[in-house]
């Protein structure tokens, strides 16, 4: 659940040096390598399981099981910090080139904790980012795709499309919730009107006429508020 792949628990059984099935049994506790920026889930989660016809009578061959199924490939000892590097900037690139972009972050930082400064991982990081802040912004989600863009760039600071796509993003957020502000104003839709225009100011209070419109919004709902109170006594006389 943790990894988001079924497919990833050999890195759990690898970094607990698991190599026989057999003697993992319920209630023990297992360590799971922690992801820098992805947080463990909360509470408990229910998982359907299944018989399957693997015998794990013996103890686990986990060459052969990478080599089949998971993409993840390793000997039975405990792996030296150069083998898991390996492993799992394989196993993140391997996602890349899938276009499973956040499952190839979670692979890749997991090597990134082992060695920060591996040229390969930190390109593939970039990439990974990149591709998903492009998803993001194609899909219009301007303050997340900003938010990639510059994930992005601590993983390649020089990368001047991702400043300019950032950027952009950050522009294009708030004319889309400017001219949302102004639809609703235009429907009479207050209060609407003042939430997509708050969004704005938060982020930049300069922007075009924005403090000017929450201002004069918020006086005509006052207004009205007044009116309703008079009409409320009059009704009650």
């Excluded at 399981?49 to 061959?61: A, F, K, N």
């Excluded at 075009?208 to 009116?227: D, F, G, H, P, S």
């Amino acid at each position: 659940m943790y990894y988001g792949d079924h497919q990833k628990f050999p890195i759990i059984a690898k970094y607990n040096n698991l190599t026989d099935a057999t003697r993992v049994h319920e209630g023990q506790k297992i360590k799971v390598p922690e992801i820098e920026g992805i947080e463990f889930l909360v509470g408990r989660k229910s998982v359907e399981t299944e018989e399957t016809g693997v015998d794990y009578s013996g103890p686990w061959d986990w060459e052969a099981f990478s080599e089949g199924e998971s993409g993840v490939k390793g000997p039975q000892e405990e792996q030296e910090p150069d083998e898991q590097i390996v492993i799992y900037r394989d196993h993140g690139i391997d996602l890349y080139h899938k276009k499973q972009y956040q499952e190839a972050l979670i692979a890749l930082n997991l090597a990134l904790n082992i060695e920060p400064d591996d040229k390969t991982t930190l390109e593939y990081a970039h990439k990974s980012h990149f591709q998903n802040a492009r998803i993001l912004f194609d899909n219009r989600d301007y303050l997340q795709a900003k938010r990639e863009f510059e994930a992005s760039l601590k993983y390649k600071s020089d990368c001047q499309e991702c400043v300019a796509y950032a950027i952009k993003s950050e522009d294009l957020y708030k004319e889309l919730h400017y001219k949302r502000g102004m639809q609703y104003f235009g429907k009479q839709q207050l209060k609407e009107a003042i939430q997509e225009w708050e969004l704005v100011r938060n982020r930049d209070p300069n922007y075009k006429r924005v403090e000017y419109l929450i201002n004069k919004a918020e006086t005509i709902l006052e207004n009205i508020e007044k009116i309703k109170q008079e009409q409320r006594k009059e009704q009650q006389k």
